[in-house]
């Protein structure tokens, strides 16, 4: 199915507008299309991350107004590309996961999948740093992003690696959601995962259909009702009919009721969220009141705040495989034909090359005449449903502040604790010191773990623990093997109890 596009001063136009989904139908599409497809995924997400890039988390808990201007030049890709490779973990995280796929398949053991990022010289943050912990240390996935052993379950980390899991499956939002399955929970459960679940579904819908509301409505229906993520996009489409005209009173609707973060403890009671909900809430409104611009859909996603280079990322994305490449203004692809050719940090594969490759892996998994594919187009269902943090809600949040290098102990009253925390360097050894410590609650000997100084295999926090009984505790933490020139940053400390 190829769509003819018209592009009048940058908006982006479908001739002949689908609405409806050709559920149970097989759709052809030739090969030239499927391309144009994948690269305007790929191009779309990189332009994305990189327009967004310089107001990453610098907005937490409001709107970046309209006249804060966001910079872009025609070089500006390029220049970002060289000088903050870093700012692209969201794309370079998917290319793991397809090197991994391109080493041993589409139907790569987990395991595989844990190693590649586990082992990985890139640093990590939140729910990815925490899998990546509790790989390296013996706890492999599922449990690796299970909440009561990842802090972090619900936050965004899956949903801007879900994106190339989307772009295999067209038209087939099962397949994608079996794969974020397995995917997906190394790093994150719950309303994570779900985050990325629904991203994938939007790519697989996007290249069968041109209508955004009806992807996004359709893309809704792999999310449980009852969980948090359903009615967070709920209410996002809800909020979009009620205000047509004005994307910044829908975000004021949606996060004034959605953006309580439970889980991450920096996020807890403050306006930094990187949870998964309320970013794939943005991402959405930047699609519906993108309308179809290239621009407009960035900017939107962006000004929303808070992760505000991976959300516009992944709205272009999808825009970019909704329309394809050749459909996306020229002044943003400037910058990305100039890298086009240079792999990403820590990968070996480049733009061109993952599109490529991604075209291949499309090719493999539907067989079609040749020169096009055939897709049967299949109705997407829910996924199961899953929560984190069932039952209990913060209480308290103490700044803490204490440096030890015998032992620390903290009283509290709730259910569950989180200490932050991590291994500070006081003198100027460079050995590759790694802390070891015992936890006792109430006296009882309740874990022993390393922590690393080193960034790259840290521990994120120094301790957590959840759903034992409600009450009055002590947590006492030793240190068995101290050093000299290091101690161990107790800096926060977050408290729950039951949800009554």
Known sequence: MKTSIIIISGLLLLSACTSTLPYGQTVTMDDATLMDKIRGGWYGQTIGCTYGGPTEFKYKGGIIMDEIPIPWYDDYIYDTYIEDPGLYDDVYMDLTFME?????????????YARAFAYADYKLWHANQAARYNILNGRGAPESG?????PHADDIDFQIEADFIGMLYPGQVDAASELSDRIGHIM???????????????????????????????????IPEGTKF?????????????????????????????????????????GFNIDATIN????????????????????ISTRCGNDSDCNPASAAGILGVMYGYDAIPEYWKKGAERIKDIPFPYTSLSLEQVCEENFKLVKSLYPGEEGSISIDVRQPSAVRYEQCFEGIRPVGKVVLKKRFSSELTLEFDGNSIVVEGSVV?????????EARLQAYLDGDLVEEFTMPYDYITRKYEVFSA?????????????????????EINAQEMVIYDKDE
Not at 237 to 260: I, M, S
Not at 425 to 433: F, M, P, R
Request: net charge negative.
């Open 100 to 112: 991994t796929m391109l080493k041993f398949g589409v139907d790569a053991p987990v395991e595989e």
């Open 146 to 150: 299970y909440w009561k052993y990842n």
């Open 188 to 222: 994150n459960y719950g309303d994570g995962w779900y985050g990325g679940v629904f991203i994938g579904a939007m790519y697989c819908l996007a290249y069968v259909c041109d209508d955004i509301p009806t992807i996004v409505r359709e893309a809704l229906k792999t």
């Open 230 to 270: 359903h009615s967070t996009i709920a209410d996002v489409l809800k909020y979009w009919k009620k205000y047509p005209g004005d994307w910044k009173q829908c975000w004021f609707e949606v996060t004034n009721r959605h953006a309580n973060d439970v889980g991450c403890p920096e996020g807890v009671w403050n």
């Open 280 to 299: 794939s809430a943005f991402v959405v409104i930047g699609l519906l009141y993108g309308e179809g611009d290239f621009l407009k859909t960035m900017d």
């Open 425 to 433: 360097k006081t003198g100027h050894d460079d050995s590759a010191y």
């Open 466 to 486: 959840y759903c034992f009984e409600s009450g009055h505790h002590t947590l006492k933490l030793v240190l068995l093997n101290p050093h000299k020139d290091y």
